[in-house]
C-alpha cells in the first residue's frame, strides 16, 4: 500500500463529481501532513502521467486536481471523463463481473455465455412486460376465473 492509498480509497468513494478541498482536508484524509513543496511549488498537485507518488493517489482513483491555490492553500479535484478506468477500479470491476458470470453459470445451468445472455434478456422481457401488464390493470380482464377449492372448516 502507498502512501497516497488513503487519498485514493477516499477518492474512489466519493459520489460527488469534484472535491474543493483545503489542504488540511486532504491532510486529515492523508493521516500525515503535506510536505512542504506542496504548500510552495503548484508543481506538486500537477498530474503528469507516471508521475510522482501523489499524483497516483489521485490519477489511480480516476481524479485530476485543477485551480490550485497555495496561498489560500487550497484546491479542487475533479473527476476524469472519458479517459482509460484505473487499473485498480478496472480489476475490480472485472472481479465483480467473473463473480456475476460464475454465478449466473451455476443457477442457470447453461454454460454457454451466448446462450445465457439470451436466456437473461429473455427473463428480463418478460418480467418487465408482466410488470407493464400488471400496472395497466391485468392481462385478461375478461378472463373467467374458476372457484378455488377450499376445505369444509
Do not use: C
Not at 477518492?11 to 510552495?40: C, I, T, Y
Not at 458470470?101 to 418478460?126: F, M, P, Y
Not at 390493470?137 to 376465473?145: F, I, R, Y
Amino acid at each position: 500500500m502507498g502512501k497516497y492509498e488513503p487519498l485514493t480509497r477516499y477518492l474512489e468513494n466519493m459520489s460527488n463529481e469534484s472535491w474543493d478541498a483545503r489542504f488540511a482536508d486532504v491532510e486529515k484524509v492523508l493521516g500525515f501532513p503535506l510536505p512542504q513543496s506542496a504548500h510552495v511549488y503548484p508543481a506538486w498537485w500537477a498530474n503528469q502521467d507516471g508521475g510522482h507518488s501523489q499524483t497516483r493517489g489521485w490519477r489511480d482513483a480516476g481524479w485530476e486536481t485543477g485551480q490550485v491555490d497555495l496561498a489560500g492553500k487550497r484546491l479542487r479535484f475533479q473527476r476524469r471523463h472519458n479517459r482509460k478506468a484505473s487499473t485498480h477500479t478496472a480489476g475490480r470491476e472485472a472481479e465483480q463481473q467473473a463473480q456475476l458470470w460464475e454465478n449466473a453459470h451455476r443457477l442457470s445451468g447453461i454454460d454457454d455465455n451466448s446462450k445465457l445472455i439470451e436466456a437473461a434478456l429473455t427473463a428480463l422481457i418478460q418480467r418487465e412486460a408482466g410488470r407493464h401488464l400488471a400496472l395497466m390493470g391485468g392481462t385478461m380482464p375478461d378472463l373467467a376465473v374458476p372457484p378455488r377449492d377450499r376445505p369444509d372448516p
